[in-house]
C-alpha cells in the first residue's frame, strides 16, 4: 500500500534529520487519534504519542520492511496503551482510599468526570451521548474495542487492521460486527435501565 508522503527507509534508518523529522511528524499524526479514542484523555494522549515516537525512533534498526510503517507504529501504540492501562491500575490499587461518607455522615455522589478537554470538537449538546458511546466502547474486550476504533473512528480498511492486531482481514470483519452488535445491546440496557 502506497503513503502519500512516502519516507525513504533508508536515510530514516540511517538517521537523516529531514527524514527523522517527516516521520515523527507523519507517525504522530497517524496515531494520535487512535490513542485519543482509547485513552480519553488529551493530555495522556499527548504522552503516550510521543513514547511511541521516540520507542520507534530508537528502534529503527529492528523495523523490517515486510510491514508498512504506519502498521509498525500502530502497532507500537497498542502496546503502549495496554502499558498505559496496566500502569493506571497499578497506581489505583496503591492509592490512597477516599472515604464514601463525609464528616456530616452524608452520603456523597461519586461520578466518573471526564474533563472538559477529553476529545476536541465534542460540542457541549452532544457531550453526553458521546460519553456514552465510550463508556460502551469501554466495556467491549479489548481486540473487538481496538477493531472497531480502528475500523470506524481511525477509518483505517480490515486489510490495514489485521497488519496491526496480527490477524486476517475476515476476522476483523468479524470483530468489528460482534463490537457494533455487543455496543447495541450495551447501549440499549443502558437505556433501558434510565427509563426503568
Given at each position: 500500500?502506497?503513503?502519500?508522503?512516502?519516507?525513504?527507509?533508508?536515510?530514516?534508518?540511517?538517521?537523516?534529520?529531514?527524514?527523522?523529522?517527516?516521520?515523527?511528524?507523519m507517525?504522530?499524526?497517524?496515531?494520535?487519534?487512535?490513542?485519543?479514542?482509547?485513552?480519553?484523555?488529551?493530555?495522556d494522549?499527548e504522552e503516550?504519542?510521543?513514547?511511541?515516537?521516540?520507542?520507534?525512533?530508537?528502534?529503527l534498526?529492528?523495523f523490517?520492511?515486510?510491514?508498512?510503517?504506519?502498521?509498525w507504529?500502530?502497532?507500537?501504540?497498542?502496546?503502549?496503551?495496554?502499558?498505559?492501562?496496566?500502569?493506571?491500575?497499578?497506581?489505583?490499587?496503591?492509592?490512597?482510599i477516599?472515604?464514601?461518607?463525609?464528616?456530616?455522615?452524608?452520603?456523597?455522589k461519586y461520578?466518573?468526570e471526564?474533563?472538559?478537554?477529553?476529545?476536541?470538537g465534542?460540542?457541549?449538546?452532544?457531550?453526553?451521548?458521546?460519553?456514552?458511546?465510550?463508556?460502551?466502547?469501554?466495556?467491549?474486550?479489548?481486540?473487538?474495542?481496538?477493531a472497531?476504533?480502528?475500523a470506524?473512528?481511525?477509518?483505517?480498511?480490515?486489510?490495514?487492521?489485521?497488519?496491526?492486531?496480527s490477524?486476517?482481514?475476515?476476522?476483523?470483519?468479524?470483530?468489528v460486527?460482534?463490537?457494533?452488535?455487543n455496543?447495541?445491546?450495551?447501549?440499549?440496557n443502558?437505556?433501558?435501565?434510565?427509563?426503568?
Amino acid at each position: 500500500m502506497k503513503e502519500k508522503n512516502p519516507i525513504d527507509i533508508a536515510k530514516l534508518k540511517a538517521k537523516d534529520l529531514i527524514e527523522l523529522k517527516k516521520f515523527s511528524a507523519m507517525a504522530s499524526s497517524w496515531i494520535f487519534n487512535s490513542i485519543l479514542h482509547s485513552v480519553k484523555n488529551y493530555q495522556d494522549a499527548e504522552e503516550i504519542t510521543q513514547d511511541c515516537v521516540l520507542s520507534a525512533l530508537r528502534s529503527l534498526d529492528t523495523f523490517r520492511s515486510d510491514a508498512s510503517l504506519k502498521t509498525w507504529i500502530f502497532r507500537i501504540s497498542i502496546n503502549k496503551i495496554k502499558d498505559y492501562y496496566r500502569y493506571s491500575s497499578r497506581r489505583k490499587r496503591s492509592a490512597t482510599i477516599v472515604p464514601l461518607v463525609n464528616e456530616n455522615n452524608d452520603q456523597e455522589k461519586y461520578e466518573r468526570e471526564i474533563p472538559d478537554h477529553w476529545h476536541p470538537g465534542v460540542q457541549l449538546e452532544s457531550k453526553e451521548e458521546i460519553e456514552l458511546l465510550f463508556w460502551g466502547i469501554d466495556q467491549l474486550n479489548e481486540n473487538q474495542k481496538q477493531a472497531l476504533i480502528l475500523a470506524k473512528l481511525d477509518k483505517l480498511k480490515y486489510a490495514e487492521i489485521a497488519d496491526i492486531m496480527s490477524t486476517t482481514a475476515k476476522a476483523v470483519e468479524s470483530l468489528v460486527s460482534r463490537a457494533k452488535s455487543n455496543l447495541i445491546l450495551i447501549l440499549e440496557n443502558i437505556k433501558k435501565d434510565n427509563e426503568g
